[in-house]
């Protein structure tokens, strides 16, 4: 039996981070720590044995971006561990210094828009297999006044902007309603445009989004 996924949650709503508690319990991960603040967070990642931690952007003292300089100082201690952002707001600045090392394992989704417990649930077991989630209006603000690469088609950059939101070729297939062969030649022709060269060591995907989005 595989071990069960180790979740620390970092938010300051009592009533939000009890529900979220109850959720990851619900889904059969193990909350090993949840807090308020990040006082002292990489070391009670790390006591943890932490997989993936969950955090708000602006906790206190300020309510500012203590959230998303300790998301970024936990990836930085410990590169093996996923970031789950949930915010009420599109911080475009936060989520492109999330991406900026293109390693994947970090996810931004928006409290507001989270449609179903589900979709957190997928959103952390996606972040801890290495995987990239962004919310589609994220996505949207972090593309705007792109101008899309001219080197892409219309439908490689449609299937671009559903990769930017984590989307495996299966799911972006059923989302266009086009079989999955197509999504694979959009995704080569992307990868050959953006110049990305296949490596053993590099998350191709997120590092098309980085491309991407470091055009906005």
Known sequence: MTEPLRVVLVEDSLLLREGLVRLFDEAGYVTAGAYGDTVDIVARVRDAAADVV????????????EGIRAALEIRHALPGVGVLVLSQYVETVYAHELLADARGGVGYLLKDRVTSLDEVTDAVRRVQSGGTVLDPLVVRRLMAGTDGFAQLT???????????????????????????????????AIFAKLGLAESASDHRRVLAVLAYLQRS
């Open 54 to 65: 969950v955090m708000d952007v602006r906790l206190p003292p300020t309510f500012r971006d």
């Open 154 to 188: 219309p439908r490689e950059r449609e299937v671009l902007g559903l990769i930017a939101e984590g989307r495996s070729n299966a799911s972006i297939a059923e989302q266009l309603v086009i079989g999955t062969g197509a999504v694979e030649k959009n995704v080569s």
